[in-house]
């Protein structure tokens, strides 16, 4: 099996790797330990110190925080936990009229205002977008990713977390829990 430096897959995050070299580990078979390595050069760029578990973007990370997995921005802002869609924790930015849609799309491109809400993410902590989406008007935030990280851990890496929880979305319960304490 094919193993490529850290340097170049660092390279290759980055997107300056020569395409030749890109190529090349493109073809080849992923080479045993490259989620490690990815994880320890994204490791290297954060600003916290707690372990990632699965990065989710760039930006996000599902992190070993005390016991808990959180997402964290790579500014170190706490989203609370994985199992609840993060973006209900952001600032959200809503272009729902032609005037601010008109910013992003000209002429034609422009979705129909009447339906369509343009959603920026952003980390109140670093203030960077983490995400966009187009949606209906009405419709809730899309939870992109819920992964089965004691499955992943256990059964694609071969190294069991030491604790185990369900993987289950929490989105719904964390909204009730809010309207709860008001
Ligand atoms: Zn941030």
């Not at 045993?32 to 990815?38: A, L």
């Not at 008109?102 to 809400?117: A, L, N, V």
Request: negative net charge; proline residues 8%; glycine residues 6%.
């Amino acid at each position: 099996m094919a193993e490529f430096h850290k340097a170049d897959i660092e390279k290759l995050i980055d997107g300056v790797l020569p395409w030749p070299a890109t190529q090349d580990i493109i073809k080849s078979p992923k080479d045993s330990d490259r989620f490690d390595k990815y994880i320890e050069i994204m490791q290297e760029r954060v600003t916290f110190k707690e372990t990632i578990l699965l990065p989710l973007t760039p930006m996000l990370f599902i992190v070993s925080a005390d016991g808990a997995r959180v997402v964290k921005c790579r500014c170190g802002h706490d989203f609370g936990d994985y199992r609840t869609n993060w973006k209900l924790s952001s600032l959200i930015h809503v272009r729902d009229d032609e005037a601010s849609l008109g910013e992003i799309y000209k002429g034609r491109e422009m979705p129909d205002p009447s339906w369509t809400q343009l959603r920026e993410y952003i980390c109140p902590g670093c203030g960077s977008q983490l995400e966009v989406e187009a949606m209906p008007r009405g419709c809730p935030p899309d939870f992109e990713f819920l992964p089965d990280l004691d499955t992943f851990y256990s059964e694609w890496l071969g190294r069991p977390l030491p604790d185990s929880v369900a993987s289950e979305d929490k989105t719904l319960e964390t909204i009730a829990d809010w309207s709860a304490a008001k």
